[in-house]
């Protein structure tokens, strides 16, 4: 993988990060006001999707390693 890629990756990686984690704030402090479910369990299946590319780019950026 060239450089140039690795870093895009890794760029992408600490966007999606951060985004996950300004969701986990939003749900916390939807939590504590008026509940609007259908709005919390958006937040939280996009939540899950982030950890889903997240995963996905760590792959990416993990050498393969033979056994």
Avoid: C, F
Avoid at 38 to 53: A, E, G, N, P, V
């Amino acid at each position: 993988m060239m450089l140039a890629d690795r870093e895009s990756l890794q760029r992408q990686l600490h966007q999606l990060r951060s985004e996950h984690r300004d969701l986990d704030t939003v749900i916390m402090r939807s939590l504590d006001g008026v509940v609007d479910q259908l709005h919390i369990q958006r937040l939280k299946k996009r939540k899950l999707r982030l950890k889903d590319d997240i995963a996905r780019l760590e792959s990416q950026l993990l050498p393969d390693i033979s056994a």
